[in-house]
């Protein structure tokens, strides 16, 4: 199957610093891709989709100048949290659907998490 | 988006078939039903998806109601491999959406030896 990961697998940050997170697509093209983030034992929730070469779209209530998106090419897209505080620590999950057509409508592929802990 | 309704928790025996389901009763004629599943500390994984008729892989398969208001993931010979978080989502693929997924709460699955 594809195969999506992130980087970094994990970090710890002080409070006010800003963290990027990684999200590639590394034997497919996608031209969407999805951010997610999950609190401990709590479900996954949708923050924004990620366009390939426009602006990302962000789900209500997701502050857009916190959590900066860029999907610069077809295997790429980052999440920067910005000025980042305790209670942004979480999971941040990123998946991808496979651009070419027979998989697209179908699949989305997961990468395996960023743990984010801000100090 | 459509909701879709899971029990919270269900336990099985090792290798003995596992009957997961869902109830979906206000979904579209556009909405496909996935199932996917998250073992601790780790991202989702794709199981299976269906739209109306009923589908197998290597996986499990997937029963849909023929209102298709309900639907039921099977593992067939459950592992403890398989104890995670199910989640039964809807997928609207038509062209005003980007067929993003919404999760909801799931079903978690323990698996005893």
């Known amino acids: 199957g594809a195969v999506v990961s992130q980087h970094p697998s994990r970090v710890i940050c002080k409070s006010g610093t800003s963290v990027k997170i990684e999200c590639r697509s590394l034997?497919?093209?996608?031209?969407?891709m999805f951010w997610y983030r999950q609190f401990p034992k709590k479900s996954l929730m949708l923050m924004a989709t990620?366009?390939?070469?426009?602006?990302?779209?962000?789900e209500q209530g997701v502050e857009k100048d916190k959590f900066l998106i860029n999907h610069a090419s077809l295997t790429l897209s980052t999440l920067t949290v910005t000025s980042a505080h305790p209670e942004d620590s979480s999971f941040y999950i990123c998946?991808?659907?496979?651009?070419?057509?027979?998989?697209?409508?179908?699949?989305?592929?997961f990468g395996p998490g960023t743990r984010l802990t801000v100090l | 988006d459509a909701k879709t309704t899971q029990p919270n928790s269900m336990e099985s025996n090792e290798e003995e078939p596992v009957h997961l389901p869902c109830n979906h009763s206000?979904?579209?004629?556009?909405?496909?039903i996935h199932w996917y599943r998250q073992l601790p500390s780790q991202g989702p994984e794709y199981v299976i998806h269906?739209?109306?008729s009923n589908v197998n892989n290597r996986m499990a398969s997937l029963a849909i109601a023929e209102d298709r208001k309900s639907s039921t993931l099977i593992l067939h010979r459950a592992t403890l491999r398989d104890a995670a978080v199910y989640y039964c989502?809807?997928?609207?693929?038509?062209?005003?959406?980007?067929?993003?997924?919404?999760f909801g709460q799931g079903t978690t699955l323990q698996v005893k030896p």
């Open positions: 989502i809807l997928r609207d693929v038509s062209s005003s959406n980007t067929g993003k997924l919404i």
């Open positions: 269906g739209l109306t």
């Open positions: 998946s991808a659907r496979d651009s070419a057509s027979g998989r697209a409508k179908n699949e989305q592929f």
């Open positions: 034997d497919f093209q996608a031209t969407t």
């Open positions: 206000t979904i579209s004629g556009t909405d496909y």
């Open positions: 990620s366009n390939e070469g426009s602006k990302a779209t962000y």
